[in-house]
């Protein structure tokens, strides 16, 4: 881009202040501005700006019900499986990661992906993900393309994450990366705030922006071009997850479901998780701060909470669904955050106080679009526990331990007992379930 063509750009959206600095600006520092202000769309910016106008939209959720949940056994998740099998082996499944994200709270330097959590090997985060999709690409026969979200900040890390560990033993032809947008921070009034004399302050769109950014960056085209129906979606932080589980994605294709979300029975009433609920036809993700102590702790007619299950993020969404949502504008939310800003004078300020807002999309936003939803309960035992703090709940600790509990369950169901504080590792690809280990055997590395 060209600084007139910036100019023009930039006085579209009432913020000609990005460029108060040019003339103190160095050949890099001037280009590294342009390259910036080409990313910014006047309509984006308006449409913060009306964001900002409007305030935090926090809905009314007093009308809610709890949905239905299933909860499969016997011959229903017999009928899932099989049905789940079928896509697998037809090669229409494809798995979709959100790693795009900062992982500031665990405080980590460098993709989260790629923190160690292998309670034996300090395998990475993304070895895990990797592995499991090897293993049900060799068991079902198709390749699972596997679509990975970064950010601008981690992008290049990311994938040399991946080409130093051959890609964890997957094909590089089916790994695609691609990178989330970035929205510019602002003040109060509107205004875009730069962090320095020629940089602007800018922060990754939340996992919402991954619609836009499949768009944008071919992924969907690609996902149509493969035959892909259904499409399995999951976090970076969660090793336990269950990745292209048969039985949800069969579970979702039996109901022609458009967005299907795997539900956990909530660890406490007040648990920070998203909760489902039902208005009328649809279906809205009610954030825990939007949820009233009454709601959170209201009983069923059994003694059971009423809104007992929460959303660990694990979905799958029908390919065509997101290709219809991906054009849509989403909602954004808004963060009031301490951000670095440069005075009149081009000196940068650390504020002490929140002086400006972030803005982010929720990927769950687009529940109440789908046409038919469906919801399926697990135990989070099994498939959930986030790597989120560097400490206390949710950390690596907790995480590593109950990676290694579920383990031992899978022994204990072929009959070996590993006691408790053993260290125990199990590579995906040698199972990924119990089954598997029945059918593989077992050989203890002790
Ligand atoms: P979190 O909300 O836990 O955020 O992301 P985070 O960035 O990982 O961690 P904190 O809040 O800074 O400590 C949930 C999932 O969404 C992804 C993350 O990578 C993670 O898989 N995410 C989040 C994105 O891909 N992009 C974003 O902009 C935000």
Redesign the pocket.
């Known amino acids: 881009m060209k600084l007139e063509e910036a100019k023009k750009l930039l006085e579209k959206c009432g913020q000609e202040h990005v460029l108060a600095f040019w003339n103190k600006l160095g050949k890099k520092e001037r280009e590294a501005l342009l390259a910036q202000v080409a990313t910014i769309e006047p309509e984006s910016v308006k449409y913060c700006q009306e964001a900002l106008a409007k305030g935090a939209d926090v809905p009314d959720s007093s009308k809610g019900k709890a949905p239905k949940v299933a909860v499969l056994k016997g011959k229903k998740l017999a009928a899932a499986v099989e049905a789940g099998e079928k896509e697998l082996k037809a090669g229409r499944v494809a798995a979709l990661?959100?790693?795009?994200?900062?992982?500031?709270?665990?405080g980590y330097d460098g993709p989260?992906g790629c923190y160690s959590i292998g309670p034996i090997t300090d395998a990475p985060l993304f070895y895990f993900h990797a592995r499991k999709i090897l293993a049900r690409t060799i068991r079902y026969g198709r390749p699972i393309p596997f679509y990975v979200?970064t950010?601008e900040a981690n992008n290049a890390a990311t994938v040399e994450c991946f080409e130093k560990n051959d890609y964890f033993g997957l094909n590089p032809k089916d790994v695609f990366f691609f990178t989330?947008g970035m929205w510019p921070g602002m003040t109060k009034d509107g205004k875009i705030i730069l962090d320095a004399p020629g940089h602007v302050f800018m922060?990754?769109?939340?996992?919402g922006?991954?619609l836009a950014a499949l768009k944008k960056s071919g992924a969907l085209a690609d996902m149509k071009k493969r035959g892909i129906k259904s499409v399995f979606f999951f976090?970076?932080?969660n090793p336990l997850v269950e990745i292209a589980d048969p039985a949800f994605i069969g579970y979702h294709v039996m109901n022609k479901s458009e967005y299907s979300l795997k539900l956990c029975a909530k660890r406490d009433p007040k648990e920070k998780v998203g909760v489902p609920m039902q208005f009328g036809k649809t279906f809205r993700m009610v954030e825990y701060t939007e949820m009233t102590d009454e709601q959170c702790n209201r009983k069923a007619k059994d003694g059971s909470l009423y809104f007992l299950y929460g959303s660990p993020?694990i979905h799958v969404f029908d390919r065509e669904f997101l290709d219809r949502e991906a054009s849509q504008p989403m909602p954004l939310h808004l963060a009031f955050k301490k951000i670095p800003q440069v005075d009149g004078k081009g000196k940068v300020v650390k504020p002490t106080e929140p002086n400006g807002y972030k803005f982010?999309k929720f990927i769950f936003d687009i529940l109440p679009k789908a046409k038919v939803a469906a919801f399926l309960a697990f135990e989070q035992k099994d498939e959930f526990s986030?790597v989120?703090n560097a400490e206390g709940g949710d950390s690596p600790a907790t995480c590593k331990a109950d990676m290694q509990a579920k383990w031992r369950r899978w022994l204990a169901e072929v009959g070996v007992t590993v006691a408790e504080g053993v260290p125990l590792e199990i590579d995906p690809l040698y199972a990924v379930d119990a089954a598997d280990l029945k059918a593989n055997g077992i050989c203890l590395d002790a």
Do not use: I
């Not at 990661?97 to 665990?106: E, I, K, M, T």
């Open positions: 990661l959100v790693a795009g994200g900062q992982g500031s709270r665990l989260k979200m950010s989330q922060s990754p769109d939340g996992h922006g991954l976090q970076v932080d993020a982010e986030p989120k």
